[in-house]
Structure formats: structure tokens, C-alpha cells
């Protein structure tokens, strides 16, 4: 059986050591949560998770979701009592301002508890997830009534939420979407059509489910001009928030999937079902890209999850499974072989995944506080950075995290050998639930189409920029000194291949674009490895830190070095080879015509 | 429904054009194969595979094996159907020689059936190839009562074979197997004991099942110098190879695995079963070896064999799925939007897939010359010359073809979005299934302990050299001119990074067995790398000879050298940065203590 234990000490570290969490303390929430409030916060999370929600991953699993004919949805057993606990615990909540009955709390708290929620049953922390998503667009583009009657009912968990993009024939390209929407007297809209792939599109752990939808108001223009974002409840809701009588929309199938099966994944049919516009007509992408944004970096903490998760048990049994003798002689003469830890290929497995982690963890935490910035600070300098720098990252987060996430869930795997090809002990569950985060939300190449040619360019690179010269100048400031400058000296070598392919982007895109295309997603994983290098050697420099101020964490600080220090000697030289495919173009890949793949 | 076509034309151009086929003509066995034998044999081969065996691979699936209440074991529906033709075809005992009832045809081409069977149906393909593993050890190491009793049963697939190694405890370290052999009055042994994962183990599919086991003899020395082999057959065989009594060994349960669900992967357990000792006592592991060797070239095969039809449906996909818009402006602007092969990121992932895929042919089939030259040959030089190549490129092909093919399961599954995560499609299937791949006969992490801690060193060093010579003179003498230029430097660059691994490693490793062990991975990929790059340096050179002579093929050849071209420009620099990670050593990794993980 698989096990976890939530990171709480590693969440504490990079929190109030390396991102100085208490600087934001004027911040509206952020005031409430002091460093003793921050841990009581982390523990309890760290103890529904553990207790509650892990314990149903490995039989979810097993047991799926199961579609009657009545079109309802049973979720596994035990999901219904996880979900009440969750809610009433104010989790769903947790960063929806009290006026909508949530607790105002950090988002950056929020995504931590994601990030357990995900570790622990990621199946699960979808239907969570999925309504904090649907909330956040609510509130930013719903009318006061319709905040008024959805966000408190969904903030406290008694209803829950989904989006509603993809169709058979159009799933990057919204343009194509067809579902309908048509107008009626009383205002509201007939949507018809159907949607596939909806995570939590029908189940049994709420009331009530709130479908942001995208539709065509009739007459609209083509393509995604014309695209307009819904409300649809599965069950009509009357002015004061009681439920009437359900609306022509229903799950007309389960997918069988890869993985994630504790999540039921329908085809919903819209049949003439009631919906209401949120914000203008034919500007529903905008609206719903608040949803994806965070929805994508809720995607970029599952690959940190499963990655997490997975190492966890990998570590534990390197350290239990005896086979095999140390080259170097054997290191545990008494015992019939030694504990496979031993080996320097198991660690060099184990320490790709752990260095990923952490860093991972501090890219998440770093963005989480973006995020809130950009939404709190009373600063508006500060606020235009911080959103800045959250686009500029999102794509990059999504798309490395969980690259790289599902990769660790592999490799973490690989240590058991035949024992994690089979069910029993885990593993592969962990690498067919991370399967999907590479897919879903924006698959991989889109977040990296997405970052060469919209939010590099944006702004007149702007953002980019900005990014660079903050990593030059925390070199430039903290990478003097025999212990940091090894670490800097990585990051500035890393940085550099990342700005020449930068250069190489502006002078060779803009006149062929397919030369974006063909570097784009070397270029997000470049930037990928910048940016979790830049963290590595903040890091490293708070460690150092808590080592000369001596208060006993010698040892835990001592391994964030050493961990750091593998990450710069085996994992940051990647960036040349990124760099390398970058400039080779795309014309050997064009050159092929299509019938000769 | 996914599909497959054998890739015919490719495998007679690289037999015919690359590696010279006709060269060979005057081994046993090959002189009967003219070209248009070599064509004929091939295009049943692909007829069996695509028509029979790959219709029965997602039912398979779905399906999987049912283990009874009487320890029987009943396979998928049509599973019987397809493995008697298969067996009527001669497929089994095709390489085998005519004296025990086989074909006495090049090995070379059962390696071809078995990539073309894997690309159909791995998991059907596991009962056949098993049993082809388990009679190369039989006729090597069996006495001739033995090879007359069970090889024609074998070859002929009235009976089929399996391997037993692996016990609840004992894995890689086969040194800790304590399955025990108690000597009889007959002169035979009685087993006892359970062995776990042993594919194919029980079955509806054959009459009997010839179960090769290692298991310790009484009083045998501890340690891997006390294991003998024993041939363990699941119902007793009289003299003249008629049925007797079941002997007491039996299917204990089925395991739960993430993939190869149409193959019974079994527990067996042996309750003082009757077994012959195969060979000399306590020399079981020499004998083994045999088959695992040929196990670990049909275990690189499976990772081709997955990349393959996993690309093929990829390929097809995406020039049918419209989506989106070319970058370039509309590719077909009577269409809603474009095929998304006109996207360079999805060209890109096709071509890495592609680029491995013909490269991995050329060099899976070029081993599998070295092992008829190595047992067929006349010339002892020679056979000597290919028996060192293929020992030392072995765990080179067992472990790169299964993490690239794997890998590329994974990238093909991505074409197709969120269509590949469900079932559907088939892609998710192929990505299960190429996953055990690197992990049985031998973890990829052991592949590359054997490589560089026994296959470099071996004869100081002999066959290692004489690869570099062979690429290097390739290179000198057809690596001059405009057109072959390009791929000989490259290839010349990456074989350079090789020999600087290599010597480092003489330099560092001797001393220091852990900077071996911390190499040995990023070593195995960058000698992988490099036998890549040779193989599409040789393939480069065909090319532009075919293209010279002018026999109308051009466009076929042309996408030939702009695959290798991609090949050189994309993959291939990888080489730079494994050689970086070799470098850096042990010391990093070993610094961790267990407990800091």
C-alpha cells in the first residue's frame, strides 16, 4: 500500500526562508497568518490529507465511477463522507472573501493545500479544484446576483463546479465549438449541444453543479469571436438559492480513461438547458481564460503532486528492499544484501526527483504569491508585476511541472522494479493519474505555443525582461562567495542560453513563424530549467543562511545543498542542449511533406 | 480502433541496402532466402500480424486473463485461434534448425516477426517469444535427450516455454533465491518453492508448458555459484514425448499489472514438482544467460515494436484531425481548420519518433546479424567479431529501445489530446504496455551496471574498441562530400563524446567503482545515442545511392535524409549533455545520507 506524508517542513522552509511570506503581511488575509497560524494551517491540512483523502486513492482506482440509467453518478465509496470533511473544514473556501462566506485566506495557502489534496487522491482534489476554478471566474466576471447566488453556495462546498469547453470536434480550437445558445423572453438562454471530457460533469457529493459553459449566441460571429461563457445549473436554482426543478442537462457517458478514475469524466448533453450569460455576449474566452489560468497552475501542482507522492514511496522502499552489495563493499554486512539506497543509480533516480520537487515547490509557491499580489496589493507597481510575471510563468509551470512530474512518477516507478508494474503497491496508478496533467487544460504544446508567441512578445517582452534582470541581479548580489558561487555560476550560464535563445526567437520568428513553432517547447523547458535553477539558488542561499545562524538544521540544510548542487551538475547543463534545437530552425522539419511521415 | 501496417519496405531496405543481406548468403540457412524469398516471407509475416493478431490487441485489454478455481488459466477471446496460426505458420520455430522439427531460417528474420507480432499484439506475442528464449537455452545447454524430447514439441508451439527467476525476495540479485531442488532416486529433482511475475506461466493456449527454473541444490554453495537450471514441465513427458501426469507445479494467482493484460503474468508455485537439471549443477546462471540474452534483444525489440504503432496511429491522426490554423496562414482554407501536421511542434514529436524508430530497425536488425553470424558463421574471426558486438550492444539496445520507445508511446499519446488519454484510441494501451518493457529481464538501471561494469572491461576493453574503430573508419572512408558530410560530423562529434566518457571512465571508475555506477545510466543513453547516429550515417549513404542509380524512389529517400538530417540537428547533441553528467561524477550523490532522501 502506498503512503504519504504531506511536506510540511519543506512548504515552512520556502514559505518564511526563502519567499519571506511575512513581507506580504499588509495584504488583505495575509495579516491573519502568523508563522504559528501558517503551521496550525499546514498541519490540519497535512492531517485531512493523510487521513482522510489518501486512504481512498489506491481503491477509487480501483473501483471507479459507475453511470446508472437514471444518468446519475456514483463516486467510490468513501468519497461522499472526504468531501463533507473537505467542505466543512472551509478548504473549497479558503481564499473566496468572507462576503461570499469563504475564510479570505491566502491563495498561496490554497495551492499548498492543493498540492497535498493532489499527493494524496488527485482524482478526488479535481472536484475541489474544479470548483475553486469555476469560482474564481465567477467572481471576476459574474453580475452581483449571480455572485450572490452561486459563490457562497459553492465557496462552502454544497454545490460544486465544471467548465464546459471541449466537443467532439473542437478541443485547442474553440473557434469550432458549436454549442448553442438562444435567447428567451425571460433572458436567460436555451444552450444546446454537447460537451465531452468534463471532469466532475456529473457525481453524487453535492447538492448542486454549476456548469461555465461555452456557447454561440445565435448569429454570433464565426470562430472565437462569437464564443459566449454560461451558467448552466444541472438543477434550476429559484432567487433565494433553493433548488427548483433539475435543467435539461445530463452525463450521457463515463470516459474510460488512462487513469484518474476516482474522477467521473462525462459526455454532457445540453438540451435546451437553462443558462445565463456571464459578463458581455462573444467575450466568453476572456472570461473563461480567468478559469484556465488557474486552473492552469492547479494542473502544474498536480505534476508536482504526483511527483511528490511518488517519490515518497520510491524513497521508502530504496531504503527498505535489500539486493544487491554497494560497489564500494558491502554496507550491511548483517543482513543478506544491502538496502538498494546503496546503489549510485538508485540515487541518482531518487535525486532527480527530490531536486525537481523542491525547487517545483518553490516555482508553485512563488506564482501562488503573484497571484495573490496581483489581486491584493494595495501597490499598483507591485500588482502589474506580480501579474506580469504570473502570465509570463503560467505556461512554463503547466507545462514543465507536469512534463516533468509524469517523467518522476516513471522513474520513481523504474526503483521497484517489477513490483511497480503491478497494482499492489501503487506506482502505477501515480503514473496514469499524472498521465493526464500533460493533456488536459491546455495541452503541453499549446502552454508552449502560448508562451513564445503571446506572452513573450507581450508588452514588448516586458515580462520577459523583468524576469531576466531579477535573476541577474539576485547573481549579481548574492552569487559572490566560494559557497554560493557554484550555484550561481549554473544559473548564470543557464540564464545566458535562455536569453540567446531569446535573441534568437526575436530575430528569427517574426519572419517565419514556423520557426517559433518549431522552438517552442524546447524553449518552455529552457525556461523551465531557469526558472527552477533561479529558486535552487534562493534556496541555497537561505539555507546557508539558517546554517550561520546555527539553529540546529545543520543537516536538513546541508541536504538542500547537496540536493541543489545535483541539480546544477546534472540537470541545469540541459539548457545547452534546448538551446542547440532552438537554433537548428524548423526547415528540416517542414521540409517533410506530410505523406512521407 | 487503432491500427497497424508492418513496415515491410523499411525492413527491406535496411536488409537489403544498408546492412547487405546478401553478404551473408553463403551462412546455413540464409542461401535459401533470395530477395524475393526475403519479400515473400516478410509480407506473411505482416499479413498475420496486421490481420489476425492486431485485431485481437484492445479486446485483449480489455479482456485480460481469467486464472479458474482448478488453477487453469483461460486467455483472451481468439487468443487459441491466433496462436495456432501462428504456430502453423512455422513462426516459432522458424530460426530453429530442421533437425528439431524448426524452419533453419536466419534468426535475423525472427527478429523481424517479433517486431511486427509486438506491434500487433505484445502481449500475444510474450507466449511465442518466451518460448523461443526457452529453446535457445534448451539447445544450448540441454543434452541431446533433452533437445530430442522437448525442442520439435517447442518449435512446432504444441508446447510453449518460460523463464522462472524472480521470488517474492530475489530480483535482480539472483544470489538470494532460495526456490530448492532435492535430488531423486530417478536421477531427477524435486522443486519446491514460488517464483512471482512469470509471464506466460499457465495458459489455454498450448498442450504443455516447459517451465525453465533456477533453483539451489541441496548443500549447494550460497550465492549466484549455487543456482542450477532445471527444466520443470507443467505436465510430466514420457520417453517418447507423450502426456503423463500433471506435475505439481501450479498457477498460484494472476497479478494486477498497469499493461500486458492478454498475458497471464503468474505466481508459480512448485510443491516438490519432478525437474531435470539442465546443464551442469550450480551453473544454472551461465545457462540462463543464453536465454535472457536473446530475451533482452526481444525485449529492445518490444520498445521499437510499441514507438512504432504507436507513430503509425499518431501519424495518421494527425493528418486527419483539423484543428487550428497553420502558422504560415491556412494549409486548407475549404476546411474548417488545418490537419495538425502543419503545426512544426507536432512535425517535431512525429519526427523524434520516426528518427528513433528507423534508426532502432537498423540497428535491432543489425544485432540480429551479429547473432546468426555468431552461430552460423564459418569464420571464426568473424564470429568472434559480431559474438563481442552484440554482448557489448545488448544492454545498450535492451535499455535505450525500451526508454525511447516508451518515451515515444508517451509522445504519440500526446498528439492526439485528450482522445489518447481514454480508451478509444488504443494510444493509452500502447503506453501501458511498452512500460514493463523497461523493466523485466533485468531493470534498464541493470542493462546499464552490465554495460559499463562487465561489457566495457570485457577483454580489456576488446569490443568497445573495435566499435569506435568501426564507426570511425566509417566515417573516414564515406563520411567526405557535401551531402554525407553533415551526418559524418555530427556522428563524429557524438562518437567523440563517447570515447571522452569512456576514457574518464577508465580514469575514475577503477578507483571509485560508485563514479561507474553514477555514470552508468547517462553512458548507456550516450552509447545509444552514438549507435543511433551510426546507423542513420550508414542509412544516409544508402540513400544517396539509391537516389544516384535513380530506380525512381526519390521522394522516399529524400525523407530518409531529411529524417536523419533531423535526427543529427535535434537528437543526436544529447550526447554533449550525458557526457556532462558523467563527469560530474559520484561524489554528489553519494554525499546524501539515507536518511536526508
Given at each position: 500500500m502506498p503512503s504519504y506524508k504531506a511536506p510540511v517542513a519543506d512548504a515552512l522552509f520556502l514559505l518564511n526562508d526563502v519567499l519571506h511570506f511575512e513581507r506580504y503581511g499588509n495584504m488583505p488575509g495575509f495579516a491573519d497568518v502568523s508563522p504559528d497560524v501558517l503551521e496550525q494551517v499546514l498541519g490540519e491540512a497535512a492531517k485531512l490529507c493523510e487521513e482522510v483523502l489518501q486512504p481512498l486513492n489506491q481503491a477509487g482506482d480501483r473501483q471507479g465511477c459507475v453511470r446508472h440509467d437514471d444518468a446519475s453518478v456514483t463516486t467510490p465509496k468513501g468519497f461522499k463522507q472526504a468531501y463533507d470533511a473537505f467542505a466543512a473544514g472551509g478548504w473549497i473556501g479558503l481564499p473566496i472573501p468572507p462576503e461570499y462566506d469563504?475564510?479570505?485566506?491566502p491563495y498561496t495557502l490554497s495551492a499548498l493545500m492543493n498540492e497535498f489534496a493532489s499527493s494524496a487522491n488527485m482524482a478526488f482534489a479535481m472536484y475541489t479544484g474544479l470548483t475553486q476554478g469555476a469560482l474564481a471566474a465567477l467572481l471576476r466576471h459574474g453580475s452581483d446576483e449571480q455572485k450572490r447566488l452561486f459563490a457562497p453556495n459553492m465557496a462552502a462546498g454544497r454545490w460544486t463546479g465544471t467548465m464546459n469547453l471541449t466537443e467532439p470536434q473542437c478541443g485547442t480550437d474553440l473557434?469550432?465549438?458549436?454549442?448553442k445558445a438562444t435567447p428567451q423572453a425571460d433572458g436567460s438562454y436555451a444552450i444546446t449541444g454537447q460537451k465531452i471530457f468534463i471532469s466532475a460533469g456529473e457525481h453524487d457529493l453535492a447538492e448542486n453543479i454549476i456548469h461555465l459553459v461555452l456557447a454561440r449566441i445565435e448569429g454570433a460571429p464565426l470562430g472565437v469571436k462569437g464564443i459566449s461563457l454560461f451558467i448552466v445549473p444541472k438543477t434550476n436554482v429559484g432567487p433565494d438559492g433553493s433548488l427548483c426543478e433539475r435543467n435539461k442537462?445530463?452525463?450521457g457517458s463515463l470516459e474510460h480513461k488512462m487513469g484518474i478514475h476516482g474522477n467521473a469524466t462525462c459526455v454532457m448533453n445540453f438540451d435546451g438547458a437553462k443558462g445565463f450569460l456571464i459578463?458581455?455576449?462573444?467575450?466568453g474566452l476572456s472570461a473563461m481564460f480567468v478559469m484556465m489560468n488557474e486552473a492552469r497552475l492547479g494542473v502544474a501542482i498536480q505534476g508536482l503532486a504526483q511527483s511528490e507522492v511518488a517519490y515518497q514511496n520510491a524513497r521508502d522502499y530504496a531504503k527498505e528492499r535489500l539486493q544487491g552489495r554497494s560497489l564500494s563493499g558491502p554496507k550491511t554486512p548483517g543482513k543478506p544484501a544491502d538496502p538498494i539506497i546503496v546503489h549510485p543509480d538508485v540515487r541518482r533516480t531518487l535525486l532527480e526527483i527530490k531536486a525537481f520537487n523542491e525547487a517545483a515547490r518553490g516555482l508553485v509557491l512563488s506564482a501562488a504569491l503573484d497571484s495573490d499580489v496581483a489581486h491584493r496589493s494595495g501597490d499598483a507597481a507591485a500588482r502589474q508585476a506580480a501579474d506580469d510575471r504570473l502570465g509570463l510563468l503560467t505556461p512554463v509551470l503547466k507545462g514543465v511541472l507536469t512534463d516533468i512530474g509524469f517523467e518522476n512518477t516513471v522513474k520513481a516507478q523504474q526503483v521497484f522494479g517489477g513490483h511497480g508494474y503491478v497494482g499492489e503497491w501503487g506506482m502505477e496508478q501515480f503514473v496514469r493519474d499524472a498521465r493526464i496533467a500533460m493533456i488536459y487544460e491546455g495541452a503541453n504544446g499549446i502552454q508552449a505555443l502560448d508562451l513564445v508567441a503571446r506572452k513573450l512578445p507581450k508588452d514588448g517582452g516586458r515580462a520577459a525582461m523583468a524576469f531576466f534582470n531579477e535573476v541577474n541581479d539576485f547573481i549579481a548580489r548574492e552569487g559572490a562567495g566560494p559557497e554560493m558561487q557554484p550555484y550561481a555560476d549554473a544559473v548564470k550560464a543557464a540564464l545566458g542560453d535562455l536569453q540567446k535563445a531569446t535573441v534568437w526567437l526575436m530575430q528569427n520568428?517574426?519572419?517565419?513563424p514556423d520557426n517559433a513553432g518549431a522552438a517552442s517547447y524546447d524553449y518552455m523547458h529552457l525556461f523551465g530549467l531557469v526558472a527552477l535553477g533561479y529558486v535552487w539558488l534562493k534556496i541555497a542561499k537561505a539555507a546557508l543562511e539558517k546554517k550561520a545562524r546555527g539553529d540546529g538544521v545543520a543537516a536538513g540544510m546541508d541536504a538542500k545543498l547537496a540536493t541543489g548542487k545535483f541539480f546544477m551538475e546534472?540537470?541545469?547543463?540541459?539548457t545547452s542542449l534546448r538551446l542547440a534545437r532552438i537554433v537548428a530552425g524548423a526547415d528540416t522539419m517542414m521540409s517533410l511533406p506530410a505523406e512521407m511521415f
Open positions: 469563504g475564510q479570505g485566506l473557434g469550432l465549438l458549436t454549442t442537462v445530463a452525463c459578463g458581455e455576449p462573444n467575450k520568428a517574426l519572419a517565419k546534472r540537470m541545469l547543463p540541459e
